[in-house]
């Protein structure tokens, strides 16, 4: 049994804690918070015996196998190195890092410390239908692209209209769309295609400088994709893949809850699997299976083909962040 501890106390981190539980394989022991009461609070209900405010010696416990991150987006690096250098297993919520150095850093760190391991929670790769689309993709005779949309209204966007500056809209904590829904269509678009050979984005901004919404341009040598993503409305646009006569559709291009092929002929077959009421119980077992048998070779070269997505992933981001002049703090570092 894995012994969990979390980072985070939103309904993200109780999602991860649902899907954890029902693999069977964790159990959660250990929350850290900025105090410790909102620690027990959380921590107590999900069967949690340890509490803390103090990260160093949260990540120090022994009581700990894996720490799953789900903290502001500029706080994922410093954290995951204190998970490393303590050789825990560390899932880190998307994004895993603000910038690409911060990944360089954390892969030299790895070697360093070879018992640990470092997994970005980027749901839909694990998930069955995201591997049909990938080998529906191989029998299309021709690729002529994709549009790739996700556009949701953040809840957030509403304080940002206020005059308030929450920590998904700020450059401080490397908010905004391209690092939230962005990192979705930019696993699909890398991991079913590839790394583009240029990228453009094209931001719109909110009133606190961050990317409210956006269009990015990936090119390839023989074709482009779009991606559409936003926070500050909603979009209800299936996305597509282009064949030269076929297309694959699907629903939304990070739930990935339905997905069918539309023949030259127009006709149209639904390819994809009903998805698990919680979409993060496919992560939550792919990466149980490699923190419990990280010798086997199977479950090895998983491991090191998810972190070299994830690699390419942030520097994905990074290059389009650049191309549309958006600056963190921590770029500068």
């Known amino acids: 049994m894995i012994k969990l501890g979390i980072i985070g106390t939103n309904w993200i981190t109780q999602q991860f804690i649902d899907a954890a539980h029902a693999t069977g394989e964790y159990k959660l022991t250990a929350v850290y918070s900025r105090t410790v009461e909102k620690a027990k609070d959380f921590g107590k209900p999900n069967g949690a015996t340890i509490f803390s405010d103090n990260l160093d010696e949260f990540f120090a416990n022994d009581a700990l196998d894996a720490v799953y991150i789900a903290s502001p987006n500029s706080l994922h690096f410093e954290q995951a190195m204190l998970g490393i250098k303590n050789d825990k297993a560390v899932i880190v919520e998307k994004p895993i890092v603000a910038n690409i150095k911060q ?37 299309l005779g021709r690729i002529q692209g994709a549009t790739l949309t996700y556009m949701k209204y953040s809840s957030r966007y509403d304080a940002v209209l206020a005059g308030q500056e929450p920590n998904v809209f700020t450059l401080k904590f490397a908010g ?67 064949g030269l006569k076929d297309t694959i559709v699907m629903s939304n291009p990070a739930d990935l809850e339905t997905v069918s092929y539309h023949d030259a002929e127009g006709h149209e077959t639904l390819i994809s699997e009903k998805p698990a009421d919680n979409p993060m119980i496919s992560e939550a077992a792919d990466f149980a299976r490699v923190i419990n048998d990280p010798q086997n070779e199977k479950n090895d070269r998983d491991y090191w083909k998810w972190l070299d997505l994830s690699q390419n992933v942030a520097k994905l981001l990074y290059n389009l962040r650049q191309s549309g002049k958006i600056v963190f703090p921590d770029d500068k570092k």
Do not use: C
Request: glycine share 6%.
């Open 176 to 242: 905004g769309a391209l690092q939230d829904l962005g990192v979705y269509v930019a696993y699909d678009a890398v991991g079913w295609f590839g790394m583009p050979d240029d990228v453009a984005y094209y931001p719109t901004l909110a009133p606190t400088r961050v990317d409210g919404k956006g269009v990015a341009i990936l090119r390839y040598p023989e074709f482009d994709i779009t991606l559409n993503i936003g926070k500050t409305s909603n979009s209800y646009l299936p996305s597509e893949i282009y």
């Open 103 to 139: 990944m360089e850093i954390l892969r030299e760190t790895l070697e360093q410390h070879p018992q640990s391991r470092l997994f970005e929670a980027a749901r839909q790769i694990h998930q069955p239908n995201f591997k049909i689309i990938k080998n529906q993709i191989s029998k």
